[in-house]
Structures are given as C-alpha cells and as structure tokens.
C-alpha cells in the first residue's frame, strides 16, 4: 500500500487516505465532539484473568518434546465449584520446554474443548445410518459377550506339535500412544491374559525402525541423547525429519546451539521446508534415496580419513572378524532364499574362539574383519554415485561431508535429528542404521551434544515402545515367546539370555530371567509359581508378527471377526485406506475407545467422495467409548528422552467420559464374570490373572505406576552380606538391580524400575537445577535408572577421561565413575579392566557390522522403494527394492509403475496439525483449514496449475483432490539422467472435522511396510497428478 | 478499574496531561525473524489468551492462515519465498502491531480515551472508548488496526497488557518455542538483537540489522532482519513508515477546523451513526485503489 511506502512526505494526501479519512469519519466523530463517549481511561484494558484460577502441572499429549504445561481452571477447587480449564500456558519450569509451546500446544484448550470430544457411550447396530446412545453397563455387556463368543470360538489352544499357545487371533487390539504409562500397561495384562497377539500401538506406522536399528547397533532402541543436550552440538543434520515443524519446541535446543555455540545447521530433504528456513543450508533429495546419501558419507569419511580413530577402535567392533561365507554380490548379501524372499543370516557373523569370544584384528588388516568389508561395501558410494541418485548437487553433499567430518575431532561434536522421514521407508531401519554408523565412526555416541537422535512422535510411543505393545513383545523389551523358538520356559530363558562375546563385557541383557520372572508375577501373582513355571503355558505364543499391515491383510480376507481400537485412527493412519474400509467391512463388531471422534468410528458413514460406502450394506456393530483426554486424569508419559512425567487431573470429563484405565477395569471384571459364571475355553488365564486392585473397575494410576516399578514380595538378601536385608517384603524396589529371577520380586516393566520407589514418586520429582551441559536429573525420572545421556561411557577415553574437557558429563574418579549425570556403566567398574560403554551389547562395543540382528542386511545397502521412479536400480539393476521386503499378493498387485504414476509422492505433517486430532481443534482448523498439496513450479506449469487450484493426486490405490501449494521450495531434480519431480502431500484432513473437510491421505500410500518392523513407506511413492 | 498498574502517556484526544511522576521501564518485544519457524504458536496463543477466534478459512496457496488481521487475529505469520544472492529463502513474518513511540493511530483517533499509550510503550485501543470511526486505520503506517464486523470497534495487539501488568511476558512471546520472540526491556532487546546481527554477518549476512523505524519515533516491537537493507521483502515491511501526512495535518491545524465544522452537523451524522453504523469505504473503492497502486509499483 502506498502509504506505507512512501518516503518522507511532505503533505501529500492519496486517494486512499482521502477516502478513508473523510468516509469514515464524518459520521463518529461527531460522536465525541457531542460528548456522548465515554471518557474514563483504565490502565491495562482488561483485567488479568487467572488470578484466583487453579493451577494444575501437565504434560502436552501430542509430540515426543513433553512440554510441561500450566492448566488453569476456574473455581478454586472448592467442592461446590466445577473446575473447568478456561486457559493453558506453557510451564517455564520445565526444563526443555521452558515456558513455550508449538501451536498445539498453544491450542490445547480447544482440543479439551472440542465440539468432537465424545460424550456418550454409543452404538451403530449392523446396516445402521446413524449412532444410539446406550448406557455403559449396556455398553460394556454387549463389548464383552461379543469377545467371548469369539474367543471361545476361535482361541488357539495347542499348536500341530502340541505347544500350549493360547492364542486368539481372530480379534485384534490397537493401543493409544497418547494414552499413559498406567493405561498402557492395563492394557498389557488384560490382552496377554485373553491370547491376543494381533495388537500393535502407533509404533508401528511410526518409529518402529528406529528400534531396531539403534537395538541392533548400540543395544538399546531410544534417542540417545536429550533434547536440552541438542544445545551442545557443534554442527546439526536434520535429515530424514523436519524438527522445526514436527518438533518445534525440542527444536528451540538446535536454535541454542546456533546462537551459543556457533553451531551450523543442514538440512536435507525433498523439501525446503520450515526447518530449513532457519538452516544456513539446504540440500534437496529424491525421497527415497537416503541410504545412497549417507553411505556416500562413510565413503567419503574412509576416503578422507575422518575418523575417530581411538575411539572406534576401542568402543566399536571395526576389528572383529567376520565368518567365512559372508558376501555381498550384486545387490543380495549371502544366504537369500529367493523363493522365500528372505535371508539365512547364519554367515553375517562374528568368528569366535574356542571360548566363544570374538576374533578379532587390532591391526585391521584381516581381509573379513569388519573395517575391510566396510571399506570394501561403501567403496561403490561414490560423491558422482551419490549425486546421480539422489538428485542433490554435488556440493551440497560435499558439505555435509566436510561438516560432519570435522566432527572426528574429539573435541568437535555433531548430532542428527530425525524422525519419520528415514522410519517410513522399506529400508527404514537401515537409513537409521546408516547414519549410527556414521555416528560411531566419528565418535560422536555417548558424547554430550552428539548421538543419534530419534524424535519420537507421539506423547507417550516411547512409554508404549517401552511397555511393549506391540505384536510380539512384552514389557521393557523383552520377547513374547513364539512358538517355534520357545515351547517352553527353559527354552526361552536360553534363546533370550545371551551370552557374553568378549571378556569383561558387562551384557546386561544376562539379567534376563530377573526381569522375565518378575513380569511373570506382576501377571499372575500367587498363581506363577516355580512349579508351573511362573505361568509361562499361559503366556500366548506367537507364530507370525501380526503388525497392522497383517492384522488389515486377516480382516480383508474375512478371517477376523473383532476389533478393539483405544486412541488410534487406523482408517486414517493405515497405508491405503480403500483397503483398510473394507477390510472393516467385514469384521461382527468393532470397539472405539477414545476422547474425540475420529474417521475410523465412522467408515461405515458416506461422505461422498472422500468416502463412498454404504451403509447398508456394512453389517458391522460399531461401539464407541468416550475416554478422557490428558486433562483430565493423572498418569506419566514418556517423552522422546526417555523421561517418565507425571501429569495431574485438571477437570472433570465431559458427559459421562471415563478413563481408559476404568473402561479396561470394568470390561475385564465383565468377562471374567462371564468365564467364571459361564465357564469357557482356556479361561485359567484369566481367573488367574492377577488383578488385586482396591476397585478392580477402575484401577487407578498411582496403584499401576507401583506396579510398574515393581515390589518385593519376600525379603531380598543383600548379596554382599546375606545376613542383612536390602528390601523388605512387600516394599517397593529401589531399582532394577534388585530384581530376583526366583519369584520374590514382581515388576511389570524392569526398565521403569526406580520411578516409584519407598521415597515415592520418583516421575513427579520438579528440582530443575542443572548439574552442567544442560543436565537436570532432578527433573522427572529416565529410563533406565535415571541416566540422561545413553552409553555416556564413551564420552571419555579408554583410561576413562573425558574426550572433550568441556563436555564433561562423568569421568573416572579414582575409585568410581561419576559427574552430572549417572553413569550408563558399572559405576566401581576401573578403566583398566577393559569393559566396554555398550553394556547392553554382549560384546560390549558399538556395531558397525550388526551381524545377523536385521533380516536385511549387516550393512546398510540402497534399495528403491516399492514404487520408484528410475524403475531401476543403477547400483544393482537385478535387485531394485529390498529383496527382503514381505508383500502380501494382493497389496503387490496395488502397486503403481513410474509409467502410470510418474511423480514422487512424500507425506508429512504440518506444525500446525497433529495426525488426524487436531482438525477437531478450532485454533488450529484457523491456522490450517484445507487440505493441500505442494507442488514445485515446473511441474505446476507443466500441468497448468495455479496458486491455489484443486487438483487431483492419485496413486494406483485411490486419489484425493486437495488445493494447490506452487512452491519453489520443491525443485525438480536430475535422478539417473531424468527429471524427477517431487509432490508433498500434507496428511491431517478428513470428515470428523471443524476445519474444512477433506480426504484421507492415505488413500494414497500402498501397504507394505520396513522389512524388519513392518511400518509403512508412506515417504516415497508414486502418483499423477492432474487440475481437478 | 485498575489505574495504577500501567501509567499513562498519552490518551487519544485529550487534552488533560497524564501524570508524569513515576518512570516505568520502557519495554519491547524484540522478533528475530532469522530463527523464526513460522510455527504461528504465536498466532494461536494470542488467539488463546485474547479469547478470540477467527474464521475457518480456506487454503489459497500459500502457508498464510488466517490470510490477513482481523479483529479475530491480531497477529498472523506472512510467508515469502524469495532468492536472494542465488539461495532461496523462505522468509516468515510476524505481523501485527509495531507499538510505535510515536503511534499514528493515536494521533488520529478523535475519541477521548479509545487508545492509550503507556509509559512503557504499549499502544492499546479501549474499545468501550472507540466509535468504530476508522480513523486509527488510516493512521497506522503499518496497516495494523482492524474494524471487528460484529461491533464496529477497532481492534489489535494490546502487547498483552493485562500480563505486562502483572508482571508477565505476552502470550506471543512466552509460548515462542525456538525464542524468536523475546520480551524485556527495550535496552535489552536491542543488545540482544545486537548479538544476533554479529552471528548473522558471520554467517553471510552482511546486511543483516535491526527494524526500528525512526519515522515513527521507533517502535516497542521490532524486527532482527537478515536483509535489513530490503525490509520491503517481508511480505511488504515499510523501508521508512511515518505517521501519515494527513494525520499530522489533522492534528496540526485542521482538527480544531474541523471539529467546529462537524459540530454543526453533529446531530445529523449522530443520527446516522446510530442508524447505520460508521461509514466504511467500500470494497470496490478500495479495490481500485489497490489495482492503481499495484500498476503503479509495476511501473517502477
């Protein structure tokens, strides 16, 4: 506008200004020149409005960060007044958050109250147009009756060779990561003790990979550093995620260490997206191609040596010698059974001793040990390779190469932040893999201002992870039993307890039937004894995983009947979601347990195009359970750092809303009425189970928060002298080390133990003192044992000082290991007697090779994904995705070629949004109100497509229309002599909505998941688009 | 009504002299746009705190939501892809009101006690005060202030006066989560944005500086810009804003004129106010206007 342009004027008047000024005045200022106005003039305009409000602390629901918030509610918690929040801010006491909140976090209030939160218990009966509102006790009834008609129908008592499995499959259970620790672990025994297996939490679609890898590589599957600790990294990679966007206030710590330190920030990504406006560069890739990018670094750091020798050689296994029969020719590693489409790892490992240890070169020089085959295997990843792959400019990928190089130093340090972006790939695990190896050959794991940093995505996935919710495990990591590897508990014990690789390694994971035995007894109490071994029989067993692919794949097929679902969207969040309909389609009856209305508790609802189904012709019974949100419960969640946090009840629920913990408690007292009244196949698990809880309707957080940490339940001796006692019977457990594999300790999660101790509640400690770089261990409680920065060990040398003296996190004293933060170690273990910092690794040192830990390689190699746009692969044109993958037949023949879908598809979040919740949020449904999609400028062109038009993007699967975004921050790129262009495809819209309704994204991604865990690659496919 | 907590400057048309005893801190809220996610926490938690709400709009292309101020959005974020030195950038900017020393909205605002300025800088319309005249629009170099449609009355940022009053950061600024917006004295932000700028010429910038126009006495919200030179290039930032020539004419000589001028046909245009609301430039007008001015600038 001119008059904000216009340089010192002298009395100049536009036309603007003239029509402005005498328009709108003649009329009102007459106003106050006839004195009609009022003329009191008050300081501050409007009263502050919390003054006599309540104050309650809390923790955000949504992402990983655990920004600690303030409630307010009205009422000062006199019994005649009903609180209701009426504001929400940040709590500046919270270490990491410090006051500030992302837009959903600033926006919580309307979630709390959304015109979307359920109120009711409701039903839609079979061929039914509409929702009834039932009673809960009706409610609850009809849930149970319907499970045990399938149970008893259909649970798997014995498998062909007579192994008790106990098993049911044929109703399946998805859990909610935003819900808390206590609910997670309800849930835990209320499904263990019916058989069900066919269960899986957002891990799975989220960051399953990174569990893997980190599993595989380091020994445990977590970020490894903290979120304040970003602060102390001397150069950041944000790759394979988006953290300004995904994670904005973690994302403030990668801000500190620019302006503190100096610190140099990259991005690489299909995108130059928000995280890269605030980068000091920005390096495009095809989505997809990540394994080439950074198997290019490794290459480029041997090449030039940078590496970080003193500490690779020590605290990594680069020496280790690996058997003979190891290979790697064109494109497939040794052992792959073509027709099975799998490998036998048996030749990926280590060669050993007569004792069992490992062999290994300290010279390096053995043509099989590990930095020989490293060597030999990245040699291909060329910068010109890299280049010609990814579609990145050479010099872009130098500087990352120059950058992350000099962190070999050991004083310099360098941290990855990623998230999704490497999870959702077939090769997920192994982009993640990728770069800890970089990590290791620079020397930057266990260093504060390094690691690798998995940013979790929702509030409580690493509680849920850690709590073992998923198909196949069981609390703190440990294996549910399958029924091959494991008939029988002996069995198990072996196969599960490894054995120590080289001399002095501490192996952890040797504790193993302490922490089994005790989860036995949480389970099954008085009922475990020694002589039914601890009930293990009663434990399901598993003969495949049935991850969410597989779970919708058995209800395609007709072959499941229910489905329970707590705080979780499958419909929305599942890869192509025209599958996931009607594979609902077919199931008897379907339970939604949650807070807000979601897309998944209506798919038998037409919304025209964006879903096209009959009603009538669904004969599904579908419940919904209104549960309470955040706000309204206490409990802790687990944040991206391992931190348990425990929040507290603000409000009441709406309507006649209940905690999951309730809904679990009365639905499991209802079907053990039923088996214990009716009786029923393989009821001893059930009447067995341990459920002693004071209201065994609604067990409450604080008794399943004790269980977590587990209690004596006979005197434990202490080792060092047996004649005293180190806990008392029926006293909670100071720790894990207290845990006994003879029946007298009883844990639910071994790794939590410690956060509910005699002295109390460890989670809801608030002493935010900094014991240095950042540290707060007075702050909540971390797994495992209150340690902060994992594998810390390895942040001094082998005689046990700190690389980096000003990175001085814990040292060797003399006499113990000690410092700011605890010690991931064993504290009296002296430098001199060579154990390792990966203490959880049986050879106690970091893998480069990861020998047979992943079912698709040891060492990391680029596949295309599932739908490419080369329709190629140039490294090994014989093997052009992951022979590894499994792809069950009907999903294979869903898939697009590039001469169909030409374009490259990459889904993603908006800051602005969370999944699917957030569009029930009216602050947020402002800030972001359509669905749409990005498209970079030639591709625009080419199509004819303006700023803002509809188009279509649609995929061999389906398609959705959306508004146009035109962008220059998505370049068309140079792949393998072609143009590839790339399209963004934001995923937060549907129809249960106050923003403007919309499709859903997944309609778009095909059903095929990473080859080690199964989580979908919905980051690189392929679609057309075209002007709707 | 609490009349202590923030001491008065100024009030719109009023001739008695505010108090001038007490010195209170001058504050500022200092926006450093280079590390600016463009989250729009900011815009949420403003919306959160003011209790107000704006429409559910549409995409129209670009990340810009709500797509301008209103009286239900005193803040949104401007995006602007750009390249500059042959490197794209994406430039995000807060936009709202600058809290200039020397505010042209007050200045032009005819009804006693409608905007007030405080000591320590913030500018606030009263809208119990305000008779929805428009004249603080035409005022604002910086195209701030907004006429609500449901009440007629001129709305903005308040800097959250209600929290500076009790001692409390603006909601804006607390919830910022990459610290891109700050708060303190205005001493304090411009050292800290001192501190910016050294890191951004290290880092390539050379031009990079602080946004706090002297045309309009400076302000107590600015800008850390990486392009200081080019502050057009954030979504059209002012170069030199000054309180509109007319406005300094209005208050210089032709107020008094004019306001004997419309007493006399006081009671007929009460009349119509009543009836029919103030009197707004209509949308065609104004959209003329906009074609000419863009022309103009195309000329250029």
């Given at each position: 506008m001119?008059?904000?342009?216009?340089?010192?004027?002298a009395l100049?008047v536009?036309r603007?200004q003239?029509?402005k000024?005498s328009?709108?005045?003649?009329?009102?200022t007459?106003?106050?020149?006839?004195?009609?106005?009022p003329?009191?003039?008050?300081?501050?305009?409007?009263q502050?409005k919390l003054?006599?409000t309540?104050?309650?602390?809390?923790?955000?629901?949504?992402?990983?960060?655990g920004c600690?918030l303030?409630?307010?509610?009205?009422?000062d918690g006199?019994?005649?007044?009903?609180a209701e929040?009426i504001h929400?801010?940040?709590?500046?006491?919270?270490?990491v958050?410090r006051g500030?909140?992302?837009?959903?976090g600033?926006?919580?209030?309307?979630?709390?109250?959304?015109?979307?939160?359920?109120k009711?218990?409701?039903v839609?009966?079979?061929g039914?147009?509409e929702?009834?509102?039932?009673s809960w006790?009706?409610?609850?009834?009809?849930?149970?009756?319907?499970?045990?008609?399938d149970r008893?129908?259909?649970i798997?008592?014995?498998?062909?060779d007579?192994v008790p499995?106990?098993?049911?499959?044929?109703t399946?259970?998805l859990?909610?990561s935003?819900?808390s620790?206590?609910?997670?672990i309800i849930t835990?025994?209320?499904?263990?003790?019916?058989?069900i297996?066919?269960?899986?939490?957002?891990?799975?679609?989220?960051h399953?990979?990174?569990?893997?890898?980190?599993?595989?590589?380091?020994?445990?599957?977590?970020?490894?550093?903290?979120w304040?600790d970003?602060?102390n990294?001397?150069f950041i990679?944000?790759m394979?995620?988006n953290?300004a966007e995904?994670?904005?206030?973690g994302f403030?710590?990668?801000?500190?260490?620019k302006?503190?330190?100096?610190?140099k920030?990259?991005?690489?990504?299909?995108?130059?997206?928000?995280?890269?406006?605030?980068?000091?560069?920005?390096?495009?890739?095809r989505?997809g191609?990540d394994?080439?990018?950074?198997?290019?670094?490794?290459?480029?750091?041997i090449?030039?040596?940078?590496?970080?020798w003193?500490?690779?050689?020590a605290?990594?296994?680069?020496?280790?010698?690996?058997?003979?029969?190891y290979?790697f020719?064109?494109?497939?590693?040794?052992?792959?059974?073509?027709e099975?489409?799998?490998?036998d790892?048996a030749?990926?490992n280590?060669?050993?001793d007569?004792?069992?240890?490992i062999?290994?070169?300290p010279t390096?020089?053995?043509?099989?040990?590990?930095?020989?085959?490293?060597?030999?295997h990245?040699?291909r990843?060329?910068p010109?390779?890299?280049?010609?792959?990814?579609?990145s400019?050479?010099?872009?990928?130098?500087?990352v190469?120059?950058?992350?190089?000099?962190?070999?130093?050991?004083?310099k340090?360098?941290?990855i932040?990623?998230?999704l972006g490497w999870?959702?790939?077939?090769?997920?695990?192994q982009n993640?893999?990728?770069?800890a190896m970089i990590?290791?050959?620079?020397?930057?794991?266990?260093m504060?201002g390094?690691?690798v940093?998995?940013?979790?995505g929702?509030s409580?996935i690493?509680?849920?992870?850690?709590?073992?919710?998923?198909?196949?495990?069981l609390?703190?990591?440990l294996?549910?039993?399958?029924?091959k590897?494991?008939?029988d508990l002996?069995?198990?014990?072996?196969?599960?307890t490894?054995k120590?690789?080289?001399?002095g390694?501490?192996?952890?994971?040797?504790?193993?039937?302490k922490?089994?035995?005790s989860?036995?007894k949480w389970?099954?109490?008085?009922?475990?004894?020694?002589?039914?071994?601890w009930g293990?029989d009663?434990?399901p067993?598993w003969d495949?995983?049935?991850?969410v692919?597989?779970i919708?794949?058995l209800?395609?097929?007709?072959?499941?009947?229910?489905?329970i679902?707590q705080?979780?969207?499958?419909?929305a969040s599942?890869?192509?979601?025209?599958?996931?309909?009607?594979a609902?389609?077919?199931?008897?009856?379907?339970?939604?347990?949650?807070?807000i209305?979601?897309e998944?508790s209506?798919?038998?609802q037409n919304?025209?195009?964006a879903?096209?189904?009959d009603p009538?012709?669904?004969?599904t019974?579908?419940?919904?359970?209104?549960s309470?949100?955040?706000a309204?419960?206490d409990?802790?969640i687990?944040?991206?750092?391992?931190?348990?946090q425990?929040?507290?009840?603000?409000?009441?629920?709406?309507?006649?809303?209940?905690?999951d913990?309730?809904?679990?408690?009365?639905?499991?007292v209802?079907?053990?009425?039923?088996?214990?009244k009716?009786?029923?196949?393989l009821?001893?698990?059930?009447l067995?189970?341990?459920?002693?809880?004071?209201?065994?309707?609604n067990?409450?957080p604080?008794?399943?928060?004790?269980e977590l940490?587990?209690?004596?339940?006979?005197?434990i001796?202490?080792?060092?002298?047996?004649?005293?006692?180190l806990?008392k019977?029926g006293?909670?457990?100071?720790g894990?080390?207290?845990?006994?594999?003879?029946?007298?300790?009883a844990?639910?999660?071994?790794?939590f133990?410690g956060?509910?101790?005699?002295?109390?509640?460890?989670?809801?400690?608030r002493?935010n003192?900094?014991?240095?770089?950042?540290n707060?261990?007075?702050?909540?409680?971390?797994?495992?044992?209150?340690r902060?920065?994992?594998?810390n060990?390895?942040?001094?040398d082998?005689a046990g000082?700190?690389?980096d003296?000003s990175?001085?996190?814990?040292?060797?004293n003399?006499?113990?290991?000690?410092?700011g933060d605890?010690?991931?170690?064993?504290?009296?273990?002296?430098?001199a007697?060579?154990m390792?910092?990966?203490?959880?690794?049986p050879?106690?040192v970091?893998?480069?090779?990861?020998?047979?830990?992943?079912?698709?390689?040891?060492f990391?190699e680029?596949?295309?994904?599932?739908?490419?746009?080369?329709g190629t692969n140039?490294?090994?044109?014989k093997?052009?995705?992951?022979?590894a993958?499994?792809?069950?037949?009907?999903?294979?023949?869903?898939?697009?070629?590039?001469?169909?879908f030409?374009?490259?598809a990459?889904?993603y979040?908006l800051?602005?949004?969370?999944?699917?919740?957030?569009?029930?949020?009216?602050?947020l449904?402002?800030?972001?109100p359509?669905?749409?999609v990005?498209?970079?400028?030639?591709?625009a062109?080419?199509?004819g497509?303006v700023?803002?038009?509809?188009?279509?993007?649609?995929s061999k699967?389906?398609?959705?229309k959306a508004?146009a975004v035109?962008t220059?921050?998505?370049?068309?790129l140079?792949?393998n002599?072609?143009t590839v262009?790339?399209?963004?495809?934001?995923l937060?819209?549907g129809?249960?909505?106050v923003?403007?309704?919309?499709y859903?994204?997944?309609?778009?991604p095909?059903?095929?998941?990473?080859?080690?865990?199964?989580?979908?690659?919905?980051?690189?496919?392929?679609?057309?688009?075209?002007k709707? | 009504?609490?009349?202590q907590?923030?001491?008065?400057?100024?009030r719109?048309a009023?001739?008695?002299p505010s108090?001038?005893?007490?010195e209170?801190?001058?504050v500022?809220?200092l926006?450093?746009?280079?590390t600016?996610?463009?989250?729009?926490?900011?815009?949420?938690?403003?919306?959160?705190?003011?209790?107000?709400?704006?429409?559910?709009?549409?995409?129209?292309?670009v990340y810009?939501n709500?797509?301008d101020?209103?009286?239900?959005?005193?803040?949104?974020?401007?995006?602007?892809?750009?390249?500059?030195?042959g490197?794209?950038e994406?430039?995000?900017?807060?936009?709202?009101?600058m809290h200039?020393?020397?505010?042209?909205?007050?200045k032009?605002c005819?009804?006693?006690?409608?905007?007030?300025?405080?000591?320590?800088?913030?500018?606030?319309?009263?809208?119990?005060?305000?008779?929805?005249?428009?004249?603080?629009?035409?005022?604002?170099p910086f195209?701030?202030?907004r006429?609500?449609?449901?009440?007629?009355?001129?709305?903005?940022c308040s800097?959250?006066s209600?929290?500076v009053?009790?001692?409390?950061?603006?909601?804006c600024?607390?919830?910022c989560?990459?610290g891109?917006?700050?708060f303190?004295?205005k001493?304090?932000?411009k050292?800290v944005?001192?501190?910016?700028?050294t890191?951004?010429?290290?880092?390539?910038?050379?031009?990079a500086?602080l946004y706090d126009?002297q045309?309009?006495?400076?302000?107590h919200?600015?800008?850390?810009?990486h392009h200081?030179?080019k502050?057009?290039?954030y979504?059209k930032?002012?170069k030199?804003?000054?309180v509109?020539p007319l406005v300094?004419?209005?208050?210089?000589?032709?107020k008094?004129?004019?306001?004997l001028?419309?007493?006399?046909v006081?009671l007929g245009?009460?009349f119509h106010?009543?009836t029919m609301?103030?009197?707004?430039?209509?949308?065609?007008?104004?959209?003329?206007?906009?074609?000419?001015?863009?022309?103009?600038e195309g000329?250029?």
């Amino acid at each position: 506008m001119n008059t904000r342009k216009t340089s010192a004027p002298a009395l100049k008047v536009n036309r603007r200004q003239f029509f402005k000024i005498s328009a709108a005045g003649l009329g009102s200022t007459s106003l106050a020149v006839v004195g009609l106005a009022p003329t009191d003039a008050r300081a501050e305009v409007r009263q502050y409005k919390l003054t006599r409000t309540r104050e309650t602390r809390n923790t955000c629901t949504y992402c990983s960060v655990g920004c600690g918030l303030l409630m307010y509610s009205l009422g000062d918690g006199a019994k005649n007044a009903k609180a209701e929040i009426i504001h929400i801010e940040g709590d500046p006491d919270h270490p990491v958050s410090r006051g500030a909140l992302c837009p959903k976090g600033a926006a919580l209030l309307d979630f709390i109250h959304s015109p979307g939160r359920l109120k009711y218990p409701e039903v839609r009966e079979a061929g039914s147009k509409e929702w009834k509102r039932i009673s809960w006790h009706e409610a609850i009834e009809r849930v149970a009756r319907h499970m045990k008609a399938d149970r008893d129908a259909n649970i798997i008592d014995k498998n062909a060779d007579g192994v008790p499995v106990n098993r049911w499959v044929s109703t399946a259970m998805l859990t909610a990561s935003a819900s808390s620790n206590e609910t997670g672990i309800i849930t835990q025994k209320f499904m263990r003790s019916l058989g069900i297996i066919a269960t899986d939490a957002q891990a799975r679609v989220c960051h399953g990979p990174t569990v893997s890898a980190l599993a595989s590589t380091f020994g445990r599957g977590a970020m490894t550093n903290s979120w304040v600790d970003i602060k102390n990294a001397d150069f950041i990679l944000v790759m394979g995620g988006n953290a300004a966007e995904a994670h904005p206030v973690g994302f403030r710590w990668a801000i500190e260490a620019k302006k503190q330190r100096g610190a140099k920030l990259i991005v690489v990504d299909p995108r130059f997206n928000r995280t890269a406006s605030v980068a000091d560069q920005y390096v495009p890739i095809r989505a997809g191609s990540d394994i080439v990018f950074l198997g290019g670094i490794i290459n480029w750091l041997i090449a030039n040596d940078k590496i970080q020798w003193d500490y690779v050689k020590a605290f990594t296994n680069v020496g280790a010698i690996i058997q003979e029969g190891y290979g790697f020719e064109e494109g497939l590693f040794s052992g792959y059974d073509a027709e099975k489409g799998k490998y036998d790892r048996a030749s990926w490992n280590y060669e050993l001793d007569g004792k069992g240890q490992i062999k290994t070169d300290p010279t390096l020089a053995h043509p099989r040990c590990v930095w020989q085959l490293l060597k030999q295997h990245y040699a291909r990843y060329t910068p010109e390779v890299v280049s010609n792959l990814t579609g990145s400019p050479q010099e872009g990928f130098l500087q990352v190469c120059k950058h992350l190089g000099e962190t070999a130093a050991p004083d310099k340090v360098g941290t990855i932040l990623y998230a999704l972006g490497w999870t959702q790939h077939t090769t997920g695990a192994q982009n993640i893999r990728t770069m800890a190896m970089i990590q290791l050959l620079l020397g930057n794991i266990g260093m504060p201002g390094g690691g690798v940093n998995a940013l979790r995505g929702h509030s409580n996935i690493q509680g849920l992870s850690d709590l073992g919710l998923l198909s196949t495990s069981l609390p703190g990591y440990l294996t549910l039993p399958n029924e091959k590897a494991h008939p029988d508990l002996a069995t198990y014990l072996a196969q599960t307890t490894p054995k120590t690789l080289a001399e002095g390694q501490l192996n952890y994971w040797s504790n193993t039937p302490k922490f089994f035995v005790s989860l036995m007894k949480w389970f099954w109490g008085d009922k475990a004894t020694r002589e039914n071994n601890w009930g293990y029989d009663w434990l399901p067993k598993w003969d495949k995983m049935y991850d969410v692919l597989q779970i919708v794949e058995l209800m395609h097929q007709g072959k499941m009947n229910g489905f329970i679902v707590q705080g979780f969207n499958p419909l929305a969040s599942f890869p192509d979601a025209n599958k996931v309909s009607a594979a609902f389609s077919k199931l008897k009856y379907m339970v939604i347990i949650d807070p807000i209305a979601t897309e998944t508790s209506t798919f038998w609802q037409n919304h025209g195009e964006a879903n096209n189904v009959d009603p009538a012709q669904i004969q599904t019974e579908v419940f919904r359970l209104p549960s309470t949100c955040f706000a309204e419960e206490d409990g802790a969640i687990v944040n991206s750092s391992r931190w348990l946090q425990w929040h507290f009840k603000g409000a009441e629920p709406p309507g006649e809303a209940k905690s999951d913990q309730e809904i679990i408690g009365e639905l499991f007292v209802a079907l053990r009425e039923l088996y214990r009244k009716d009786g029923g196949k393989l009821a001893d698990p059930i009447l067995n189970l341990s459920w002693a809880y004071r209201d065994p309707k609604n067990p409450t957080p604080e008794e399943l928060a004790k269980e977590l940490n587990g209690r004596a339940l006979a005197d434990i001796p202490d080792p060092a002298d047996k004649t005293k006692v180190l806990v008392k019977k029926g006293e909670q457990l100071p720790g894990f080390a207290t845990l006994q594999d003879d029946g007298s300790t009883a844990c639910a999660c071994w790794i939590f133990s410690g956060c509910w101790t005699q002295a109390g509640n460890q989670m809801a400690r608030r002493d935010n003192t900094d014991t240095g770089l950042g540290n707060t261990p007075g702050w909540a409680w971390a797994w495992p044992a209150n340690r902060r920065i994992l594998y810390n060990r390895a942040s001094c040398d082998v005689a046990g000082k700190p690389w980096d003296a000003s990175r001085k996190l814990i040292a060797w004293n003399g006499e113990r290991w000690a410092g700011g933060d605890v010690p991931d170690f064993k504290v009296d273990s002296a430098p001199a007697a060579g154990m390792n910092p990966f203490i959880m690794n049986p050879e106690g040192v970091g893998r480069l090779f990861c020998v047979d830990k992943l079912v698709d390689g040891p060492f990391p190699e680029h596949y295309e994904p599932m739908e490419s746009p080369l329709g190629t692969n140039p490294m090994h044109p014989k093997v052009v995705s992951s022979p590894a993958v499994r792809i069950f037949k009907s999903d294979r023949e869903r898939l697009g070629t590039h001469t169909e879908f030409p374009f490259v598809a990459t889904t993603y979040r908006l800051t602005e949004h969370f999944q699917f919740w957030t569009k029930s949020v009216r602050l947020l449904a402002i800030a972001q109100p359509e669905q749409f999609v990005e498209i970079g400028e030639a591709l625009a062109k080419d199509k004819g497509i303006v700023q803002g038009d509809w188009v279509k993007v649609s995929s061999k699967r389906g398609f959705i229309k959306a508004r146009a975004v035109v962008t220059k921050r998505i370049a068309a790129l140079t792949v393998n002599k072609q143009t590839v262009h790339q399209i963004g495809i934001p995923l937060h819209w549907g129809w249960e909505t106050v923003a403007k309704k919309g499709y859903l994204t997944n309609t778009l991604p095909p059903a095929v998941g990473d080859c080690n865990t199964q989580t979908p690659e919905y980051k690189a496919f392929l679609v057309n688009l075209e002007k709707a | 009504m609490a009349l202590q907590s923030l001491d008065i400057l100024r009030r719109s048309a009023t001739t008695t002299p505010s108090t001038q005893v007490r010195e209170p801190i001058e504050v500022a809220k200092l926006i450093d746009v280079t590390t600016c996610i463009g989250c729009k926490a900011c815009q949420v938690a403003c919306s959160e705190w003011n209790d107000i709400r704006a429409d559910v709009g549409e995409c129209v292309g670009v990340y810009d939501n709500p797509t301008d101020l209103s009286a239900e959005a005193w803040t949104v974020m401007r995006f602007t892809e750009t390249e500059e030195n042959g490197k794209l950038e994406w430039l995000i900017r807060k936009d709202g009101c600058m809290h200039c020393a020397d505010p042209g909205c007050l200045k032009a605002c005819p009804s006693p006690g409608a905007i007030i300025q405080y000591k320590n800088g913030i500018v606030d319309f009263h809208q119990e005060n305000c008779i929805g005249c428009g004249y603080c629009v035409t005022g604002c170099p910086f195209n701030v202030p907004r006429i609500s449609k449901l009440d007629s009355k001129a709305y903005k940022c308040s800097l959250c006066s209600d929290r500076v009053a009790v001692g409390q950061e603006p909601a804006c600024v607390k919830t910022c989560p990459t610290g891109a917006i700050q708060f303190g004295s205005k001493e304090d932000m411009k050292e800290v944005a001192a501190t910016r700028i050294t890191d951004l010429k290290q880092r390539g910038f050379a031009n990079a500086g602080l946004y706090d126009p002297q045309g309009v006495g400076g302000t107590h919200v600015m800008y850390v810009l990486h392009h200081a030179d080019k502050p057009q290039l954030y979504s059209k930032l002012p170069k030199d804003p000054s309180v509109s020539p007319l406005v300094s004419l209005w208050k210089g000589f032709a107020k008094p004129l004019a306001t004997l001028a419309l007493a006399g046909v006081a009671l007929g245009s009460l009349f119509h106010y009543v009836t029919m609301g103030p009197n707004e430039v209509s949308k065609e007008t104004e959209d003329e206007i906009d074609r000419e001015d863009n022309e103009k600038e195309g000329a250029k």
